[in-house]
Nanobody
Framework: QVQLVESGGGLVQAGGSLRLSCAAS????????MAWFRQAPGKEREFAAA????????YYANSTKGRFTISRDNARNMVFLQMNSLKPEDTAVYYC?????????????????WGQGTQVTVSS
């Protein structure tokens, strides 16, 4: 079955960096657009970044643009999120998602598969 497994979360001070990874299995990875979403306590899940199935196109939320970078390695079936200049408001559970031959979508209901999430906590 399809599995998306996130890793790399943790506790970091404001201004610091983290790199999240998502390992995919059970799907033809290069046929899926991939994205990162996040959900803070008491809030709805929100879009952070997306990357096309070729890796050429990327799309960011206004809140992450210029600080976060999404990338993928189709040979290793992995997608990454490099997060720099982290702020306390970036604190959330971060989820990896896959969209079969999708575009650079920011809506949760466009995505076919989801991981279990990894916690990112940014202290002030």
């Amino acid at each position: 079955q399809v599995q998306l497994v996130e890793s790399g979360g943790g506790l970091v001070q404001a201004g610091g960096s983290l790199r999240l990874s998502c390992a995919a299995s059970g799907l033809t990875f290069s046929s899926y657009a991939m994205a990162w979403f996040r959900q803070a306590p008491g809030k709805e899940r929100e879009f952070a970044a997306a990357i096309s199935w070729t890796g050429i196109g990327t799309y960011y939320a206004n809140s992450t643009k210029g600080r976060f970078t999404i990338s993928r390695d189709n040979a290793r079936n992995m997608v990454f999120l490099q997060m720099n200049s982290l702020k306390p408001e970036d604190t959330a559970v971060y989820y990896c998602a896959a969209d079969f031959f999708g575009g650079l979508n920011s809506q949760t209901d466009e995505y076919d598969y989801w991981g279990q999430g990894t916690q990112v906590t940014v202290s002030s």
